[in-house]
């Protein structure tokens, strides 16, 4: 449970240039909308396909669609994507398969665009595979983007210049990724910063050739600890 009246701060670290902290006011990452269509159709052998109900075949059709639904109802300036990670069904030539599977995501910032296209998936996904007469299950996943609270980022400021140095503070923009953190972002004032800890150019987090100087890892405690130090002595004043 999220306590009212309280802020929260997150400080990850990533490959930017180590020592520095990344400060952004505002939408900081994208919101990542997760989908999982499990299609059922009607397998058989692939000399009689006027026999069966093709599920590789709805599912393609499904992949074709969603990735233009984002081109005519999205628009260009929005900054949103469609990416299907995953395709399985079948596993032989001569077999129309009876079941498949398709996972993809969309990762956008505006949330009007996020919040008609969420409306506007399941009802195409439902509509693609019923014309085909096709059966389905759906998961969905939803995270939402990271908002870093423009007067909170403010408050804190004068804590994060004493830590790290004002010399030390950038602003790199928004982040292309997707975070938990959001969910604690979109209900109470928090600020998410990110503390470099590596050398751009080099591998990126996720990646097991990534490299971090571990000595500046102390920043980021003594930058959790006291602004949550001196914000509550402002509380308490």
């Keep these: 449970m999220i306590e009212e009246g309280l802020r929260y701060i997150s400080i990850p670290i990533l490959c930017k240039q180590a020592g520095t902290l990344s400060v952004h006011k505002g939408t900081l990452t994208q919101a990542m909308d997760t989908y999982i269509v499990e299609i059922q159709g009607n397998g058989g052998h692939s000399s009689q396909p006027h026999k ?5 075949m709805i599912m393609n059709q499904v992949y074709t669609s969603l990735n233009l639904l984002l081109t ?6 929005a900054n949103v994507t469609f990416s299907v990670g995953a395709m399985s069904g079948g596993t032989v030539t001569n077999v129309i398969p009876d079941k498949a599977i398709l996972q993809g995501n969309m990762r956008s910032y505006d949330q009007m665009t996020r919040d008609h296209l969420c409306k506007r998936i399941p009802e195409m996904i439902d509509h693609v595979v019923k014309a085909w007469r096709g059966e389905y299950s759906l998961i ?10 423009p007067e909170f980022v403010e408050e804190i400021m004068p804590t994060l210049e004493k830590v790290m140095g004002l010399e030390n503070i950038i602003e790199n923009g ?8 959001s969910y604690i972002s979109q209900s109470v004032q928090s600020a998410f910063l990110i503390l470099g800890t590596g050398k751009e150019g080099e591998a990126p987090v996720h990646n097991p050739r990534m490299q971090q100087k571990e000595e500046i890892f102390k920043y980021g405690a003594s930058l959790h600890a ?3 130090i001196e914000w509550l002595k402002q509380q308490h004043k």
Excluded: K
């Design 52 to 56: 069966t109900i093709d599920a590789n």
């Design 72 to 77: 005519r109802e999205a628009p260009p300036n």
């Design 140 to 149: 969905e996943f939803h995270t939402p983007t990271t908002f870093n609270n």
């Design 174 to 181: 928004v982040m292309s990724g997707s975070e938990d953190f």
């Design 226 to 228: 006291n602004v949550a």
